[in-house]
């Protein structure tokens, strides 16, 4: 976990508070808007250091990492779904897997 020094703001001091403060519930989905990063990562450098402003990015970065890992293994097992349900159709197609 990173330490961050202490602002006059009051403001996340720690890596976990980074966290909190991105997945507070109230303002989850504006804390997770792709387009305002410039913006909200100069605000974190500013008030809280580089530290925080660079957790900031990695935790956007992990959560869409992750929201697109499970959209891939979703579409993977839909295509095998439909791939056996064509049958024999199906089997030329897995034997290439």
Request: aromatic residues 8%; proline residues 5%.
């Amino acid at each position: 976990m990173i330490n961050m020094p202490r602002s006059a703001n009051s403001g996340p001091t720690t890596g976990r508070e980074v966290h909190e403060w991105i997945d507070d519930p109230q303002h989850k989905d504006e804390r997770h808007d792709i387009t305002k990063i410039p913006e909200t990562f100069q605000m974190f450098k500013d008030k809280y250091g580089e530290e925080a402003a660079r957790e900031y990015v990695q935790h956007l970065a992990d959560d869409l990492n992750g929201k697109f890992s499970h959209l891939i293994e979703d579409i993977q097992a839909r295509v095998d779904t439909n791939l056996i349900y064509l049958g024999p159709i199906g089997a030329k197609f897995r034997a290439k897997k």
